[in-house]
């Protein structure tokens, strides 16, 4: 096994459970729906919280995509650790982006607005998934160079 695969392997897991959190947001939601739903009926418009949620969880990911790669670049600890922190950093910030999404579907926003943040949080953590190619770059990116 390659130097550096298991800790890959590790943060793929991770990052997967992430992804698989966003389903059980999901259904979490729709049991809360339907209990509470005849309870809690507002006609509040969701249009400009979810545009916040919206702004602030895309600049919550690319700040952390700044940061990994400012971390990356560092000589603060060794190669594989700031790897594996540029990886989880960033995946951590794309699923926040799920729990805004969350949050507007406890608050009771229509189920579009709750859908679009799910789905952009499952797009950022496609986009920052720890395959090899990744990995492999990052680590490319992490190690020094000697001039």
Sequence with gaps: M?????????????????????GVYGVVLVFLRAELAPQ??????????FAVFSAIGVAQFAGASLVGRKLLASARSGALERVRRYFLIRA???????????????????????????????????ACAPGKEAWEEALRRAKPTLS
């Design 2 to 22: 390659h130097p550096g695969e298991h800790d890959r392997r590790v943060a793929a897991l991770v990052h997967t459970a992430l992804l698989a959190s966003i």
């Design 92 to 126: 951590a910030a794309a699923e926040v982006i799920a729990l805004y999404g969350l949050i507007l579907g406890f608050l009771g926003a229509p189920l579009s607005q709750v859908l679009a943040l799910f789905g952009i949080s499952i797009a950022a953590l496609l």
């Design 40 to 49: 809690n009926a507002r006609s509040e418009p969701f249009t400009s919280l």
